[in-house]
């Protein structure tokens, strides 16, 4: 087993996890602040299941013996709009399904199965968030934003 190779999937994984956490934190943000709130909670919700994905990867890389380093891999971004927002959390998930499944591989190649399946695992939770993402990306495009804004805002009164 390529200790080295696991070693360095799994750091980048993590640094891409918290990476994620970061920007949906800021997404959240943003969104209480355009008055979004309903949408602002969805957000809090991904970036705890992205919370959870980092922690998993740290996890595993002590497991190894590692030293892991909670360093994002870039720099959160305030979207300047819903769209904006959308598709560059998209083009994220789709770069983070495409380097799991290839880290998958990696760690099936090596013999090692418990790396082999948190890659496996966490992709596949990351494909449910890209579907999610191409929904609102359709449901903009489609019923227009002034609609799906409404859909995302609480009533008056409601917090």
Known sequence: MSKERTL????????????????YQLHAGV???????LLATQMR?????????SE?????????????????????VKAKSL????ETDLVDEKDAIEFYTKAS????ADGD???????????IEEEDHMSWLELQIDLLAR??????????????GAR
């Open 83 to 86: 769209k904006e927002m959308f």
């Open 113 to 123: 199965i418990g790396t082999r399946q948190l890659f496996e695992r966490i992709a």
């Open 143 to 156: 019923m227009g934003e002034p609609a799906y804004i409404a859909k995302h805002m609480p009533a008056p």
């Open 45 to 53: 919700v991904e970036l705890q299941e992205e919370l959870t994905h």
């Open 56 to 76: 998993a990867f740290m996890v595993r890389i002590l497991f190894f013996g590692g030293d892991p380093q909670l360093k994002l891999a870039k720099t959160p």
């Open 8 to 23: 360095e999937n799994l750091q980048t994984a993590l640094e891409m996890e918290l990476t994620a956490t970061h920007q």
């Open 105 to 108: 591989f990696e760690a099936a």
């Open 31 to 37: 969104l209480d602040d355009w008055g979004l709130s």
